[in-house]
């Protein structure tokens, strides 16, 4: 029997986007069985687009201050097998659904997400992120469902097994990231958690720096959050996820290192400028290029226009580099020593 499926969209003054999100909802080549939407204390016309779409529309008393908590306030009307949360700038593949559901044909996994990419490629954020994205979503994640360890099954298009989400108590709340959170508890708890390549969504990304950095922020915090709080039971029970873990810790401690590299060679090692760039170009270029050219081939984009964006992804490396050590530094060491309660306010990462 084909498991039945609720999508919930948690929407706070998404008027303008929400539209886009809806459509594809509605042309799904399996359609879900209902359509929630949750108008977390909008000022705008969101109720409204969303009922015009003929959504289910819920709207809490007052803004309830996160995507987990509203996603949660959907929970109760949901009666299906699946709940799919949609975040609502993201946009589906059509045959999202289709692609998505057949995973949970095995009993053991509770928690699925698809491949997602940049919709928006205008400013030089959305440019570096599209690398990130195309990077990530054909070398990372492919490795690790490999291993059977995603790190995380991203928020904005994760299917969840309804009756394992809401014995676990809803969508985690005690974290900034939920997604994430819910994840490694599964993978602890021995379930199993799912990355599925075929299944496509397209996220609208912070298109000023304003909001990348808060984006930014909130991932580099609820990673960090995360690791405070599971990283002892991801090594007892869950080791081959615990050493990705452990290898991205690595890499943002010694990403300053790296990029420290061509100054030390040629101011502190008197080594030629020309030298230097070509070593450190070259290692850059030879561990991305490789991957992004498959991405290119596999999503179908041009590939010029793809390798055209490679510079930008170092503007937003920089970012991630300022804000995973701000996260390290207050969710490591001040949170444990009380000199701070950490992020606890949930920000959206776009207008």
């Excluded at 909802?25 to 359509?35: A, L, N, S």
């Excluded at 687009?49 to 009307?77: D, E, F, I, M």
């Excluded at 030390?264 to 070259?282: C, E, I, K, N, P």
Aim: glycine share 6%.
């Amino acid at each position: 029997m084909t498991a039945t499926l609720t999508v919930i969209v948690p929407a706070h003054n998404e008027e303008a986007g929400l539209p886009a999100t809806l459509e594809a909802i509605r042309c799904q080549t399996v359609p879900p069985e209902k359509v929630v939407v949750v108008d977390d204390g909008s000022t705008d016309r969101t109720g409204q687009v969303a009922a015009s779409y003929g959504a289910t529309v819920l709207r809490p008393p007052h803004n309830l201050g996160s995507k987990a908590k509203a996603q949660n306030h959907a929970l109760p009307v949901c009666d299906t097998d699946l709940v799919l949360a949609v975040d609502a700038d993201t946009v589906l593949a059509p045959d999202y659904i289709e692609k998505i559901k057949p995973v949970f044909d095995d009993p053991e996994v509770v928690v699925a997400a698809g491949n997602v990419q940049t919709r928006f490629t205008r400013t030089v954020w959305e440019r570096g992120r599209s690398i990130e994205y195309l990077f990530g979503f054909h070398w990372n994640r492919p490795i690790q469902n490999g291993a059977g360890s995603p790190v995380v099954c991203s928020g904005c298009c994760s299917a969840f097994r309804r009756t394992t989400l809401t014995e676990f108590g809803g969508f985690p709340e005690r974290t900034i990231v939920e997604d994430m959170d819910f994840t490694w508890s599964m993978q602890i708890a021995g379930r199993r958690a799912v990355y599925v390549g075929e299944a496509v969504a397209w996220a609208a990304d912070p298109e000023t720096l304003t909001y990348l950095r808060k984006q930014v922020w909130r991932w580099m915090a609820g990673f960090f959050q995360n690791v405070r709080l599971h990283l002892g039971s991801l090594v007892r029970r869950k080791p081959m996820l615990a050493i990705w873990i452990v290898l991205a810790l690595a890499e943002i401690c010694t990403a300053p290192l790296w990029w420290a590299t061509p100054f030390v060679l040629t101011l502190g090692m008197h080594r030629s400028v020309g030298a230097t760039l070509t070593f450190w170009l070259g290692s850059e270029l030879l561990f991305t290029v490789p991957p992004l050219l498959y991405a290119a081939r596999r999503r179908r984009l041009p590939v010029l226009g793809v390798m055209a964006n490679i510079p930008f992804v170092y503007l937003t490396k920089a970012v991630n580099i300022y804000y995973a050590w701000k996260a390290l530094i207050v969710e490591l060491v001040l949170v444990p020593l009380r000199l701070s309660r950490g992020l606890v306010i949930y920000e959206k990462g776009r207008a």
